[in-house]
């Protein structure tokens, strides 16, 4: 009877090993970019340059359709703005407090402690605008996908003629980086789609660099404190080692 029961629990374990390289080669082929990363390795920093840029694309050719509700907008020091520029910012948009006196919630401008409006007061609104389909909030999106920057900029490049085998249905577009490479989203970035007061380029290669910078800060902004924490540690590990095999050689030594 145990033997019958440990076969079938290999058998078991044997069917998912083997059905999960299945089902992904079961989507459409991805191919993906790989970008030049200045938070990539342990030394890894976010570019303050290119974030603010990239929350320039975010907020011109994005927010329409997407939010990002986790972030407040006195985050955005993180990206260099001061305090009087971030309340120039949040000022820019309106939010709902309430309620006041006579029991009525209210508009007014947005504060640097509030977090950033989304653009659909609900999921449903969302889709009834987007053909049925759902622009994701982009706060911790670069994390929820595996190779999250690669992905992103993949995605927002990838946009691209279907092959002659692939039909597109309506309200659909082709795109090389997305899983099963049909996407609801229309190609949000053809280049110059915003312009920049710093004189970087603003080709879609460029635009979708600075994007994935502001989307990997806005996923893990404690990132640079994590990695410098990790160097510390094994700096002074090192060094920690060091002294404990000199400690080791001399108390060893007299015992010889
Ligand atoms: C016109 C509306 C619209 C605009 C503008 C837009 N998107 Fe989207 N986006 C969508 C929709 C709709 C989806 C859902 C697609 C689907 O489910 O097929 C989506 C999905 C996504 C996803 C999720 C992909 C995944 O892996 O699930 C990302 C990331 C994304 N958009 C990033 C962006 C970025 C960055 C911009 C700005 C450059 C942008 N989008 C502009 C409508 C939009």
Same mark, same amino acid.
């Given at each position: 009877m145990r033997r019958v029961l440990i076969a079938a629990a290999v058998a078991c374990l044997a069917a998912v090993g083997l059905s999960t390289p299945v089902l992904a080669a079961g989507a459409g082929s991805v191919k993906l970019q790989a970008g030049e990363w200045?938070? @990539?390795? !342990?030394?890894g920093y976010f570019d303050k340059g290119a974030m603010q840029r990239g929350f320039q694309v975010y907020r011109e050719v994005c927010a329409g359709c997407h939010? =990002?509700?986790?972030? @407040?907008?006195?985050?955005? @020091?993180?990206?260099?703005?001061n305090e009087a520029e971030i309340k120039a910012i949040a000022a820019e948009y309106e939010v709902m407090d309430g309620p006041d006196d006579e029991g009525e919630m209210f508009m007014r401008p947005a504060r640097p402690a509030d977090l950033m409006p989304t653009p659909y007061r609900n999921d449903n609104e969302a889709r009834a605008n987007n053909n049925g389909a759902l622009p994701p909030d982009l706060s911790l999106i670069a994390k929820a996908r595996a190779n999250g920057a690669d992905y992103l900029y993949s995605l927002i490049l990838g946009y691209d003629e279907a092959p002659a085998d692939v039909e597109v249905p309506d309200g659909m577009y082709y795109n090389s980086a997305y899983s099963g490479n049909l996407? @609801? =989203? !229309?190609? !949000?970035?053809?280049?110059?789609?915003v312009e920049y007061t710093d004189g970087a380029p603003s080709t879609p290669e460029g635009l979708a660099s600075d994007l994935t910078h502001f989307l990997m800060w806005a996923a893990e902004p404690k990132m640079e404190i994590r990695k410098r924490i990790g160097v510390a540690a094994v700096f002074f590990l090192s060094i920690f080692l060091i002294m404990s095999y000199l400690a080791k050689r001399r108390v060893w030594a007299e015992i010889h």
């Open positions: 200045s938070f @990539a390795g !342990p030394f939010g =990002m509700e986790y972030i @407040a907008f006195r985050n955005l @020091a993180d990206l260099g703005y996407i @609801a =989203m !229309p190609q !949000p970035i053809y280049g110059d789609d």
